[in-house]
């Protein structure tokens, strides 16, 4: 078995979500991913099942330096035990932190532009990862969304208001009409990857919706399906990522997705 990457632990008081939060840094250049866990996940999950791994060719040749972040799920969407609206407050909380806080830091870290930056995540993680790049374009230049759920019914029921419409990728889109938006996503890379096996049904079902939005906007985009067999679970999850890493960094030496 290969040594972990090396990695810093970064932790402060977050004061839009008034607790501590950690991120892990992997690398020391080349282009920042920003990864966010699977539901309720931590920031250490993305190395726990053997994604970071995945990265190691990419962050070893210095093209890609990963920050890793936890998520408050349990706080927010996934907490049964306070009303919808509540979630959702606690989830705009997150946003600031993640956008307020975390991407500074990753910008000064790296000495990077302001869009220069991916987002990914499998699940839950996908769901982020495209949310918050077609939410804040400004902050990102591209995503690698794995098997993720693209609006909230999943958690809220039908439930609406402000906050859940601007996190329902599903729902806010495809009424984007703002060239600033929209001239961004065409400069963006944007990987959007479902598989069409076990446990994948809700996942391909959300792909597909959000695949038919992008084309019906004219909104460039790689929307992969993989197979019958590809099932909702790390070990597909960890090809997927090397497969899209390596037609982002290496496109004349990636192996063909399945």
Known sequence: MSESLPHEDQTWFSSHLRQEMTLRTYGYRGKPMLAFPPQDGSFH?????????????????????L???????AQSWTNHTI????????????DAYIITEVMPFIRKTCNSAARECLTTGCSMGAYHAANFFFRHPECFDGTIAISGVYDLRTFIGDYMDRHVYFNSPLDYLSQISDRFYLDLYEKSRIIICVGQGAWEDEMLSDTRSLDAILRRMDIPAWVDYWGTDVSHDW???????????SEIFDPQHSARAP
């Open 83 to 94: 009303p919808p609206a509540e979630r959702a407050n606690r989830h705009e909380d997150y």
């Open 45 to 65: 999950d993305f190395e726990n099942f053997g994604m970071v791994e995945q990265c190691r060719p990419f962050i070893e040749r210095g093209l890609l330096r």
């Open 67 to 73: 920050f890793s972040v936890g998520s408050v799920d």
């Open 235 to 245: 070990p597909w999850w960890r090809k997927q990522l090397t497969y899209f890493l």
